[in-house]
């Protein structure tokens, strides 16, 4: 593994952490409590249903969410019977999906990236991450943007010269697809299991609460490696589902010109919204390395099956459901939401940058006019003994809410399910999603700041007194 171990100096500027504070520990706390141990039990027995249920919802009921549980209510149908109906796995599919996995990691291993080298702004090729816990600092190789215009340019040879395969091939298989992925996502998460108890990357690391189930879903090891770069969480968190997402979405636009000789203005805005979102994050790929699912969650079940499964079937309901439902809008409503989309857009962009900006610059920047910017030196312990400095940004959307990020992140989601119009509930879960995993994600991520920081973190939330909505929460 390419690592390396590192101490941060103390700096005189902003606000001093307090020189009798007690220095904090990082790391994931080592006991789980009933309640975490309850949600973990009901996410490994319910998630997969959620996702089969969304699914089989537009397979078979037009994409109602009421019609098979009144169906179920009254004895209409029964489980075994929609089960029946349900598409099967099929070795066609199976082929499809590991061409395609097998395709993404041979772009993420094999081909050193290039694009840093000609795209003014973009910042590829190998980068350090942020300190782990037990203070190492791993390199990557950041090659994100590479693969995605690869991959898109195939398709587009593929549909406008080669054929070797209907731009619908996604939709056509779409649910035996789904067992593949889950087969892909279980695989993964137990070799990550096993690996962490056989022969992990970095011991020092792990992390063992004692319960197993816990374990399996949210990860042991923080950072799981095979060779010197190909890391679990840099491949599945961006790889086989984010570059999947825009080609899924694709794949729903030719199906619904393939079935009604034209592609509505709602497919386009879904299609545009949501693209922009996957630009977004392999343009941003190197900042990324520093956001928490790289930064904090070790990886178990949770980020390896959720990657595989849950991100690609249910972060695209809007474009399965217009394939089914070809919505379209009027000229003030789309121009309404492609504006809330692109509001939120450049909220949660600029909210990101700036906080990039300042991280790059150790604070030597202007953010909103002001220079230096405000913050809060903090400092924190990781398990090598090792006394670290760290600053927190109170300038700018900063300033505004502590994670006004995520508020841009809720507008965009917003955006995509309104494209869908009113007709049905099934588009407008993404956005209920969204909120309930990131007003989770504040008070997770609070929660391992404030055990990390102490007393500094007690000063930051008094600086900056709201999480997403000024005023309101």
Known sequence: MEATRRRSKAHSNGIAAGENEPTAQWGRAWEVDWFSLCSVIALLCFAPFIVYFFVMACDQYQCSVSQPLLELYSGETTLLSIWARSPAFTWEAAKIYAVWVGFQLFLYMCIPDTTHKFLPGYVGGVQEGARTPAGLINKYEINGLQCWLITHAVWLANNFYFHWFSPTIIFDHWIPLMWCANILGYAVATFAFIKAHIFPTNAEDCKFTGNILYNYMMGIEFNPRVGKWFDFKLFFNGRPGIVAWTLINLSYMAKQQELYGHVTNSMILVNVLQGIYVLDFFWNEAWYLKTIDICHDHFGWYLGWGDCVWLPYLYTLQGLYLVYHPVQLSAPYAGAVLALGLLGYYIFRSTNHQKDVFRRTEGSCSIWGRRPPTF??????????????????????????????????????????????????????????????????????????????????????????????????
């Open 376 to 473: 809060i030196e903090c400092s924190y312990r990781s398990a090598d003994g090792g006394v670290h400095r760290s600053k927190l940004l109170t300038s700018g959307f900063w300033g505004v809410a502590r994670h006004f990020n995520y508020t841009g992140d809720l507008m965009g989601s917003l955006a995509y399910c309104a494209a869908c119009g009113t007709g049905h509930l099934l588009p407008y879960f993404y956005v209920v999603y969204m909120t309930i995993l990131l007003v989770h994600r504040c008070v997770r991520d609070e929660h391992r700041c404030s055990s990390k920081y102490g007393g500094d973190w007690k000063r930051y939330t008094d600086a900056v007194p709201y999480r997403l909505l000024p005023g309101l929460f």
